[in-house]
């Protein structure tokens, strides 16, 4: 190494020499070489390190914010008070369909800017479907194909952030008290709504059980239109890890919601957490896997303080077990791209 370091240094003088036409006496053509010592040649010039500025430290996930893609907006929940209590839960908005028509998702919207998130379309299809049956999905109903372009203007002016949340199959999540709908995830009602959902940039909200037969149409509408972006609400209720982990391998357009998959929501079938608020292995695994395609969710039913209060608790115990890159993906970076809400 030494001998070639010396080659190369002869060359060099060489060159210098040539190019600067010079032919001083001191020139190696005068073999006046010059005392240099390797050390003097090789020494390598120190090069500081780069300075990076300090990164900041993560939010704690106890005091991370939270976007809760699974809330109804309802005036029963206040005005004020509504806002006095997403402050102190540092919950930072809430969104989905309304518990109503779609007209109380949009004044909600309007009394409390940028914390309630609009959804369209929840209540208008049930309603739609429990006058007109089977023609409402098949787009043969005049009114179903009347609600499309309607539901077109809005989006065009912007007036939600989402369509849902559109009952597919409730089959078994809803047994009391809720009208029960079980048609197909691919049906061209809902082909069309994920279509406008899509063109506008926006997601669509399902609630579809876990069964096997609406997962396969759930999977062709996906395979449909890779550029729709669908929220699996309550991530099926049923659906178990492994089958989760195929779907979300397969289906890079699809989220998952998470409410009524916690052990504290009534009614639940197989929660991703135990009755101590552990997650069950399988679940973290999952978490951990697919950190970008789950977003939280409450679905309180009922305008309830202390019940969503409870609620936001139980995410925050897990968002604890979660690694601080995967919790604040949960908390509300992978709600805010999904809907578009800025910090
Ligand atoms: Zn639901």
Redesign the pocket.
């Known amino acids: 190494m030494r001998r070639a370091s010396w080659l190369l240094v002869l060359v060099s003088l060489v060159l210098a020499n040539a190019c600067s036409g010079g032919s001083g006496g001191g020139g190696i053509g005068a073999l006046g070489l010059p005392d240099m010592t390797p050390t003097e040649i090789v020494a390598p010039i120190a090069t500081p390190p780069p300075t990076l500025a300090p990164s900041p430290a993560p939010i704690p996930a106890a005091e991370l914010p939270i976007i809760d893609l699974h809330f109804h907006p309802d005036p029963a929940w206040g005005g004020e008070a509504l806002d006095r209590l997403f402050d102190q839960l540092n919950v930072r908005a809430g969104g989905n369909g309304a518990a109503g028509a779609d007209a109380v998702a949009i004044s909600e919207a309007a009394k409390h800017p940028g914390r309630i998130i609009p959804f369209s379309g929840g209540q208008t299809v049930r309603t739609l479907i429990d006058r007109y049956g089977s023609r409402v999905w098949t787009l043969e109903a005049e009114e179903a194909r009347r609600y499309l372009e309607e539901l077109e203007t809005s989006l065009r002016d912007e007036l939600y952030k989402g369509i849902g ?1 559109v ?1 597919v199959n ?1 089959w078994n999540s809803n047994i009391i008290g809720s009208p029960r709908y079980r048609y197909p995830a691919d049906s061209a009602l809902v082909q069309q709504l994920f279509e406008l959902a899509s063109t506008h940039d926006v997601p669509l909200s399902v ?1 579809m059980d876990g069964e096997p037969d609406s997962v396969a149409q759930m999977e062709r509408l996906l395979a449909g239109n890779r550029d729709g972006l669908l929220i699996w ?2 991530t099926g209720h049923y659906a178990d890890p492994a089958t989760l982990r195929r779907l979300l391998e397969a289906h890079p357009n699809l989220y998952c919601e998470l409410s009524y998959r916690t052990a504290i929501s009534a009614g639940r079938r197989a929660p991703a957490m135990d009755d101590n608020g552990r997650l069950r292995p399988e679940w973290l695994a999952l978490l951990e896997a697919f950190p970008d395609r789950f977003v939280i969710g409450t ?1 309180i039913g009922f305008a309830s303080p202390p019940a969503y209060a409870a609620h936001i608790a139980t995410w925050r115990g897990i968002l604890l077990q979660l690694s601080p890159e995967t919790a604040v993906k949960l908390a509300y970076l992978n709600a805010e791209r999904l809907v578009k809400v800025s910090p």
């Open positions: 949340e009952h409730n609630h609400a309550h679905d």
